[in-house]
């Protein structure tokens, strides 16, 4: 039984009638810019994340840019960010003239390694991007309590983990900007793509709508330089169906992360591979379920060979990129993200993932490892 790495058609299928009336609707409105459906969906997904404001924003890297802008970050400045993770937490560094400062990662967990992060703190050091990668928060206790010695903006880099949780602090709500994509393959995903920022603080929240709209309060004035980072309606109308469903995704994206670990054992196959792993307290929501193995592109090749799809996320640490050559931080050794890059991959993971699917990725590992 071929298994896909993602079938966004099976989560479409049985909402299908619903987001077409939704898209309608925006459709006989003809209100396409911002409007009343991206006001509701930043007032859910700020509810959602314990926030006062949602801003909704083209998608997860504008997110993390206009959170740079907002704070007035450029050249001079350094931004610590993690050296395993998807180009935009780094990229967005650069495009203001910052300079990214890349961080290990721990080897657990793959987040930013906190220790790393205060050995590398200088006079310049303005901010702090802490990824929850593929669906797990950071360790935002020792995160938040550097960044509060060191006077640094925090920027949550949830692009990931809508919805996961730090003990009984959600995703988004711990630093001063959660920033979050709705890239259709994200748990929360669109027809396109789309973001949001969520902050509590009503400055911040009234700086980045400026900053989308061309920093215009009114129109042909601009007060400040800022681009266009507008969410458009039909993406927000999707996005408010698909939210009704979330919860229920999210705890279907659990259980099969679930039988993974059970099968993976009774298979014997954990003692090959290392499964990811939920840190005490946090809610894990698995927008991948990456395992980590040596020979990792062999196994690659037998799970498609099978056709199981699979997907490396991410085979180069952010340090060795080629636009990020010539960096200071370029020539350092970052043993964690190095053996991640080497070792992960990541498996089928979707909510509508059945459990016989589960099975067959399972035996193949089995025989592949
Ligand atoms: C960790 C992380 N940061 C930022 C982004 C950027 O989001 P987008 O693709 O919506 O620009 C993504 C999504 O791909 C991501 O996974």
Wanted: hydrophobic share 45%; glycine share 10%; aromatic share 6%.
């Amino acid at each position: 039984m071929p298994v896909p790495f993602l079938d966004l058609a099976a989560q479409h299928r049985p909402i299908r009638g619903e987001i077409e009336a939704a898209v309608r609707g925006v459709l006989d409105s003809q209100q396409f810019i911002l409007g009343p459906c991206v006001e509701e969906l930043e007032r859910r997904i700020a509810v959602l994340c314990g926030t006062e404001y949602g801003v909704g924003v083209s998608s997860g890297t504008d997110a993390l840019l206009a959170c740079l802008m907002a704070e007035g970050i450029g050249p001079g400045d350094e931004v610590l960010v993690p050296d395993y993770s998807f180009f935009a937490t780094a990229g967005v560094v650069a495009r203001v003239g910052a300079t990214p400062v890349f961080v290990d990662v721990d080897p657990r967990t793959f987040t930013l390694d906190p220790t790393a992060a205060a050995a590398l703190i200088t006079p310049r050091t303005r901010a702090v991007i802490a990824v929850h990668l593929f669906g797990q928060t950071a360790d935002m206790d020792a995160v938040l309590a550097l960044a509060a010695r060191y006077g640094l903006v925090v920027i949550e880099d949830a692009a990931q983990a809508l919805a996961a949780r730090h003990g009984t602090r959600p995703a988004g709500s711990m630093g001063h900007y959660g920033a979050f994509s709705f890239f259709p393959s994200k748990n929360l995903g669109g027809v396109g793509d789309g973001g949001m920022v969520v902050t509590s603080d009503s400055a911040r929240a009234d700086r980045l709508r400026l900053l989308r709209v061309h920093g215009a309060r009114e129109k042909h004035r601009h007060a400040i330089v800022g681009g266009n980072f507008r969410l458009d309606a039909i993406q927000a109308a999707v996005l408010l169906v698909k939210l009704r469903h979330l919860e229920r995704w999210t705890e279907s994206r659990r259980r099969s992360a679930r039988l993974y670990c059970e099968l993976l054992r009774a298979a014997d196959v954990a003692c090959r591979i290392e499964l990811p792993q939920e840190a005490p307290g946090r809610r894990h929501v698995y927008n991948q379920f990456v395992v980590r193995c040596e020979r990792r592109d062999d196994v690659r090749a037998a799970l498609a060979a099978r056709g199981i799809g699979t997907e490396v996320y991410y085979p180069l640490p952010l340090h060795e990129q080629e636009c990020f050559a010539g960096l200071p931080s370029c020539g350092r050794v970052f043993a964690s993200s190095a053996r991640a890059a080497g070792t992960s991959l990541a498996l089928p993971m979707y909510a509508e993932l059945g459990e016989a699917q589960i099975g067959e990725v399972v035996g193949a590992l089995a025989g592949a490892t």
